[in-house]
């Protein structure tokens, strides 16, 4: 089982950036694929980043592609996403899951709002 709290959003003017990070519970987390997700209003929730548990193994969405870097330390049990010059269109609240996600692990995300 995993238990996921999120953190690092904000508000940023487009071109800014920002860090997120998971911190997970469990001892199961360093075996799993994690990704970050995210799901603006009115929209369906997207996976944005995606890592396995060797690191080598990482996938981005082509929107945030060359611009958000997902890490993750395992032996902190944590999950980070840097995200640089962002866009007002990254503004969602964004959450860390298992790769499926699970539904039983979603947290409570953390809002980021990219604005002028």
């Known amino acids: 089982e995993l238990q996921v709290v999120e953190s690092g959003g904000g508000f940023v003017q487009p071109g800014g950036s920002l860090r997120l990070s998971c911190a997970a519970s469990?001892?199961?987390?360093?075996?799993?694929?994690m990704g970050w997700y995210r799901q603006a209003p009115g929209k369906e929730r997207e996976r944005v980043a995606s890592i396995d548990w060797t690191k080598r193994d990482i996938v981005y969405a082509d929107s945030v592609k060359g611009r958000f870097t997902i890490s993750r330390d395992s032996a902190q049990n944590m999950l980070s996403l840097q995200m640089n010059t962002l866009k007002p269109e990254d503004t969602a609240n964004y959450y860390c899951?298992?790769?499926?996600?699970?539904?039983?692990?979603w947290g409570q995300g953390t809002q980021v709002t990219v604005s002028s």
């Open positions: 899951n298992t790769v499926p996600a699970r539904k039983e692990y």
């Open positions: 469990g001892r199961s987390f360093s075996t799993y694929i």
